[in-house]
């Protein structure tokens, strides 16, 4: 099956400083979607992603779908505490059996410090 | 807009026990998926359906089965519960055409003791 691999697993920070993280994948995905889930709660849409190379923010995120489509980026900057959580991402199969179906990362656990 | 609604919020089931975790969504979306959340491990797919009457099986199916009677509910069932199955249960849905984002449920703790 397909697999995503997140980087890193935690990151520990301070208030302020810029956040990145990344999935690759060996397989190609047609969108890439990044996910925020805070304690108790389910993952909810940060940015999404459909095109290859594209480059999207949504405030202080950045996000961008590598043109190879196997790997993407999120970058938060300026931290705030409660950018806190675990980050996902999530690749949408490209077709036949895969359309359709969401393949997460492993997530992202990013604490900040005030 | 009520969006995905899972329940229970939590339960705690002994070994053995059977039971099932409820999934509704008012959205009219045709796919609607179970994931497991463990540490450390994403989420997993465990079963998904791309409309009412058609199910298939995610990546850990072993040990649950679902149905898809109506396009809005689509329950989850564990017949004969494992520890191994103490998990976060997600619930999700997303319409079926287009590469669009998938709805989140806020989840269902479960724990087998």
């Known amino acids: 099956g397909q697999q995503l691999n997140q980087s890193p697993q935690s990151m520990f920070i301070q208030e302020g400083e810029d956040v990145s993280m990344n999935c690759t994948s060996s397989s190609i995905f047609n969108t890439w979607l990044w996910y925020k889930q805070d304690p108790g709660e389910g993952p909810v849409l940060l940015i999404a992603l459909y095109k290859a190379g594209e480059l999207t923010s949504n405030g202080r995120l950045t996000a961008q779908f590598g043109i190879t489509r196997k790997d993407s980026f999120l970058n938060i900057s300026a931290s705030i505490p409660s950018d806190v959580g675990i980050y996902f991402c999530?690749?949408?199969?490209?077709?036949?059996?895969?359309?359709?179906?969401?393949?997460f990362g492993q997530g992202t656990i990013l604490t900040v410090h005030p | 807009n009520a969006g995905v609604t899972q329940t229970p919020k939590f339960q705690v089931l002994k070994t053995g026990q059977s039971m099932t975790l409820q999934c509704a969504q008012d959205?009219?979306?045709?796919?609607m998926s179970w994931y497991r959340q463990d540490p450390g491990m994403g989420l997993r797919l465990i079963h998904y359906s791309v409309g009412a009457g058609i199910t298939d099986q995610g990546e850990v199916p072993n040990g649950y089965n679902v149905s898809r009677s109506t396009t809005e509910d689509f329950p989850l069932r564990l017949l004969s519960a494992a520890p191994s199955q103490t998990s976060v249960y997600f619930c999700a849905s997303k319409p079926r055409q287009g590469n669009t984002e998938a709805f989140f449920g806020q989840g269902t703790r479960l724990t087998v003791v």
């Open positions: 959205m009219n979306h045709e796919y």
């Open positions: 999530a690749g949408l199969g490209a077709g036949g059996t895969s359309y359709g179906k969401l393949t």
